[in-house]
């Protein structure tokens, strides 16, 4: 009887050592003109798994959905898109590289965002060190 027991309860451990969330960064360098697909894959991403860990890596170009009033081509503010995934979780880092090459206030920038000294540093960072898996859409 203690025999099934320890294999049901190591059969149980090993199920669940298999769900882990999947850590994932989208790295985003693109402008305005892409940004409203991006943010449409994050969230057909969490909605087919609700327990992943997003972080959204921006620099160059790529930060421009996530200055204030920023809009995509029909005039919609990608703020509201925006604030609805930091809701679930999602993380929005921006390269101050760009900011202060393209003397950008970081005033400017939507209030989920968080500034990182460097975007493709901390894209290499998360996947060396944290074991993010890495997507470019």
Same mark, same amino acid.
């Given at each position: ?13 090993? &199920? ?7 850590? %994932?960064?989208?790295?985003? =360098?693109? *402008? @305005? !003109? ?38 995509? &081509? ?7 898109? %925006?604030?609805?995934?930091? =809701?679930? *979780? @999602? !993380? ?46």
């Amino acid at each position: 009887m203690k025999r099934i027991f320890l294999a049901l309860f190591l059969t149980l451990m090993a &199920s669940l050592s298999f769900a882990q969330d999947v850590k %994932v960064v989208y790295h985003v =360098s693109t *402008g @305005v !003109e892409t940004a409203a697909g991006i943010l449409g894959n994050i969230t057909n991403h969490l909605n087919a798994a609700p327990k992943d860990k997003i972080v959204v890596v921006t620099h160059g170009p790529g930060i421009d959905f996530l200055l204030s009033d920023a809009k995509d &081509s029909k005039g919609r503010e990608f703020s509201g898109q %925006v604030s609805a995934l930091a =809701s679930k *979780g @999602v !993380e929005f880092r921006v390269c101050n590289n760009t900011l202060q090459s393209r003397s950008i206030d970081p005033s400017k920038l939507l209030m989920e965002t968080k500034v990182i000294p460097s975007g493709v540093a901390e894209v290499a960072r998360l996947q060396a060190k944290e074991g993010f898996v890495y997507l470019k859409p």
